[in-house]
């Protein structure tokens, strides 16, 4: 599984706080918001 990109879509509103995910992995994510912004 080398050279993967994987795209979601997600409620943020309702499902931030119940993305589970390992501490190590936290670096690995964004968000991107409508107004452009990257987080």
Known sequence: ?????IYSALDL???FYQILMRES???LTAV?????MLW
């Open 25 to 27: 992995d936290i670096p």
């Open 32 to 36: 991107s918001t409508p107004s452009g």
């Open 1 to 5: 599984m080398a050279k993967i990109t």
């Open 13 to 15: 509103r309702d499902g």
